[in-house]
């Protein structure tokens, strides 16, 4: 008898966490594939017909705009990396009794909605604040430029805006970082720069892994951001996908391009889990060399 209850145990602690996922992603997103195979308008109602073309069509008709959201969210990424990982090992190694301080500064943003965020960062980039006035000071701006509506803006944007969800990962993988291994490495006369090319920076590929997920795959989906920050002419497939869905009110194509956006990220997804390999993600060590 207590062996079958402690068999029921995995499932008793799985049972919340499945009923939730069904009810509010399996569900949805079955409807979901099944409206994207309709036609019709909202006034008519939409009949199933079976329309794989909604699916070439999307892939067809928005090409670019499918590309510049990968591509916005491969450069928002990059730069989250580049600027998280000093910032979360000053955290992790050099912030000593300021750690809490620091990784509440992190996290502060996220007491504000993401809306507010956003629209904030269209007040400094205006065409008439000191931001501007001061890159135009610093000939990085020309005379009669301007930063607002631009991609750097939208680039901009999705790097603060997604820049915790790099950093937090980060933290983790240096905190537990074993520091016995770089003391060892220390002692067996490695440079400090060969220390974290061979040390560190493999131990916490984990965090890296992480950080670029979380990072990449909110940031390809964004509309907010070009809709404050950019303009029609940076318009990404979610922006599309938005007007589909509230503006035009054509349901199964925005359906569909919702599908072929999350198949895109899906095969990425494993692509770069096969390139980074499964014990980069699930956080297995390497082996130090």
């Avoid at 999307?58 to 990968?70: D, G, L």
């Avoid at 040390?199 to 909110?218: D, R, Y």
Wanted: charged fraction near 10%; proline fraction near 5%.
């Amino acid at each position: 008898m207590n062996t079958f209850r402690q068999r029921l145990v995995p499932y008793a602690l799985l049972g919340p966490g499945l009923i939730w996922l069904t009810i509010f992603f399996v569900i949805p997103m079955y409807y979901m594939l099944e409206l994207s195979l309709k036609t019709g308008s909202l006034e008519a109602g939409f009949q199933m017909t079976w329309a794989f073309s909604n699916y070439t069509d999307a892939i067809s008709q928005y090409s670019t705009q499918f590309w510049r959201a990968f591509y916005y969210a491969g450069i928002a990424s990059f730069f989250c990396l580049l600027i998280g990982y000093p910032l979360a090992y000053a955290i992790a190694f050099k912030a000593g009794r300021w750690k809490n301080l620091m990784l509440f500064a992190v996290v502060a943003p996220f007491f504000t909605t993401y809306l507010i965020r956003t629209v904030a960062w269209k007040t400094i980039l205006d065409d008439s604040s000191p931001v501007v006035s001061i890159l135009k000071t610093l000939h990085i701006v020309p005379p009669d430029g301007r930063v607002l509506a631009t991609s750097a803006a939208v680039i901009a944007g999705l790097t603060y805006n997604f820049l915790p969800f790099m950093v937090l990962p980060l933290f983790a993988a240096l905190e537990r970082l074993d520091r016995r291994l770089l003391e060892a490495g220390n002692d067996l006369y490695a440079t400090s720069p060969q220390t974290f090319w061979r040390v560190t920076l493999p131990l916490t590929m984990p965090g890296i892994v992480a950080g670029v997920l979380l990072t990449f795959i909110p940031a390809a989906g964004d509309y907010v951001n070009v809709i404050f920050l950019g303009g029609t002419s940076q318009a990404m497939i979610g922006n599309v996908i938005q007007s589909k869905y509230l503006v035009v009110n054509d349901y199964p194509d925005a359906a569909a391009l919702s599908f072929t956006l999350l198949a895109i990220i899906l095969v990425a997804l494993i692509i770069y889990i096969k390139f980074a390999g499964t014990s980069a993600l699930m956080g297995e060590e390497e082996e130090a060399h």
